[in-house]
């Protein structure tokens, strides 16, 4: 870097952060030490290297027991505030979208199921290893032929076998057999186990659709796992199609605190919020590379940072990220409240409308920073050499999964009309 370039790093450090309002501050002393824990993980394991795991589409999977040191599975679960797991994964995504996308599938996806959906039996036999990344998961929800509706449009199926003899002697037998495709899954070409939600077809031919979900070890015999290649986003993240011929499960592996869609819907609306948290972390990531580099670039005889229109576009992309995790802080505040009763039933919370608005507007606003910081940086800005090609184009993903933007705008029209535009 020139003498110019290191001034302008030295200037950069004494600036104000992305942070603008400073909402970290709302954290426990003891949740800033743990995030600033995780920052410099980020900065020593994941930061040097991500844009080659990225170039390569490869995923470090050497760096799981490192992250797994962390023990940040689930905040949540260890006492941690709503706003500190929110933050955490805005971190990660402000440092690699790919790694932040991994650790969510498996911890708010796989991990919240044996949480909240698993037996004391499937807990006692999957939770440790998983909680602690000894063993990772996938969460296969997504069809081939059905993302936005497949809770209408579920195709595959589970048949439930009695006494087989054949069977193990810890269930008498008794298993599912499981046929069908999936598409999209990450984690899926490596996973130790994946959670798979199929149609009951005994139900499905008395004329009902009846959920049910399994823990799927990846190496069954009759699963297939292949690689989704030549994505433009997130190509450190292993996507996977994948597809079920007869697979037997054991009844003990079916988890029986699910039985609708109701329940995938929990799962969805809290791994929504992380995704709409990744909206943050990215903008967070822009404006810190597309300031850096409007104080280094020099441009006319003098950086691009003294010229308006820069200082304008740079306001604009602190705006919309300010913005944006305001609406996280009011909407992890809201998660706060979610209590469950004597009956199990859940109370409180943020409600799926205020989610996919969360969602919605950040990734919207998302969009709209990443495109401004690709603009400042010009030319550089399309090549992985300078974060920001990386960035514009994980944004891309981010818009689109767990719930596209069109998709989540109608969930809240139909909120706040009474009136369905979808179905």
């Known amino acids: 870097m020139s003498p110019a370039g290191n001034a302008a790093e030295d200037l950069a450090g004494e600036l104000p952060t992305a942070d603008f309002f400073d909402f970290e501050s709302l954290l426990s002393v003891q949740e800033q030490r ?4 995780v920052r410099e993980f980020l900065a020593n394991e994941v930061a040097p290297y991500a844009k080659d795991w990225w170039d390569k589409a490869e995923f470090p999977l050497h760096i799981l027991p490192k992250l797994g040191g962390l023990r940040l599975s689930t905040p949540t679960h260890r006492g941690y505030s709503n706003l500190f797991a929110g933050l955490v994964i805005a971190e990660m995504t402000r440092v690699d979208t790919s790694i932040a996308t991994f650790f969510m599938v498996h911890h708010d996806l796989f991990v919240e199921s044996l949480y909240e959906f698993g037996s004391k039996d499937q807990q006692d036999r999957y939770l440790d290893d998983a909680s602690n990344l000894r063993a990772t998961g996938a969460f296969a929800l997504t069809e081939p032929e059905h993302g936005s509706d497949v809770a209408g449009g579920l195709q595959t199926t589970a048949r439930r076998v009695l006494g087989d003899p054949s069977g193990s002697p810890d269930d008498g037998g008794e298993h599912w057999v499981l046929n069908g495709a999936k598409r999209w899954i ?6 130790d186990h994946m959670l798979v939600w199929a149609l009951d ?4 031919e008395a004329g009902r659709k009846v959920i049910r979900a399994f823990i799927v070890d990846g190496n069954l015999p009759g699963v297939a796992r292949s690689k989704i290649e030549n994505k433009i986003a997130l190509r450190t ?8 011929t007869d697979v037997r499960i054991a009844e003990a592996d079916r988890f029986a605190g699910i039985n609708s869609f109701e329940d995938t819907n929990y799962l969805l609306r809290g791994s929504r919020l992380m995704v709409a948290w990744q909206a943050v972390g990215q903008q967070l990531a822009a404006f810190d590379v597309a300031r850096q580099y409007a104080l280094e670039r020099l441009q006319f005889g003098r950086p691009l940072a003294k010229f308006q229109l820069i200082q304008q576009q740079l306001v604009d992309m602190l705006g919309n990220a300010v913005a944006s995790m305001g609406m996280m802080a009011r909407i992890a505040q809201l998660q706060e409240d979610a209590y469950v009763d004597a009956k199990g039933e859940r109370h409180g919370g ?7 608005l969360a969602k919605s507007y950040c990734s919207a606003r998302m969009r709209e920073t990443v495109a401004m910081g690709r603009s400042i940086l010009g030319g550089n800005g399309i090549v992985t ?12 993903a981010i818009y689109t999964y767990e719930g596209s933007f069109e998709i989540n705008s109608l969930i809240v029209g139909r909120n706040v009309t009474g009136v369905s ?3």
Do not use: H, P, W
């Open 34 to 37: 743990k995030l600033q824990e």
């Open 237 to 244: 993240v292993q996507n996977a199609n994948i597809t079920f």
């Open 350 to 356: 943020a409600s799926m409308a205020q989610v996919a």
């Open 385 to 396: 050499d300078y974060r920001m090609a990386k960035i514009f184009a994980d944004a891309e």
């Open 421 to 423: 535009a979808i179905v």
């Open 186 to 191: 990450g984690n899926g070409t490596f996973c």
């Open 201 to 204: 077809e005994a139900e499905l």
